[in-house]
Nanobody, 112 residues
Framework: QVQLVESGGGLVQPGGSLRLSCAAS????????MGWHRQAPGNQRELVAS???????NYADSVKGRFTISRDNAKNTVYLQMNSLKSEDTAVYYC??????WGQGTQVTVSS
């Protein structure tokens, strides 16, 4: 059974940083595409960043240069480093495995 557990969300001021973690069990993050998505109130869920099994990364235009997705195969964990956060980054962030499995989400709030 695949389980994804996100952590690292919270309240941060504009310009600040957070690192989200997604710990996987039941499947290896090494051999599939992993993604981070987000959903703000009233909006559709959108892809923020993804990383393929070969390490190719992809980012939404709105986060390019600010967010970095990475993977630790030994810990079976995927990370999303978020820098220079803006109020419009406020959302629930979800981890996705192979476009099939989702975590429960972690809230990120950017506010002064």
């Amino acid at each position: 059974q695949v389980q994804l557990v996100e952590s690292g969300g919270g309240l941060v001021q504009p310009g600040g940083s957070l690192r989200l973690s997604c710990a996987a069990s039941g499947s290896s993050v090494r051999f599939v595409t992993m993604g981070w998505h987000r959903q703000a109130p009233g909006n559709q869920r959108e892809l923020v960043a993804s990383i393929t099994s070969s390490g190719i990364t992809n980012y939404a235009d709105s986060v390019k240069g600010r967010f970095t997705i990475s993977r630790d195969n030994a810990k079976n964990t995927v990370y999303l480093q978020m820098n220079s956060l803006k109020s419009e980054d406020t959302a629930v962030y979800y981890c996705n495995l192979a476009r099939a499995f989702w975590g429960q989400g972690t809230q990120v709030t950017v506010s002064s």
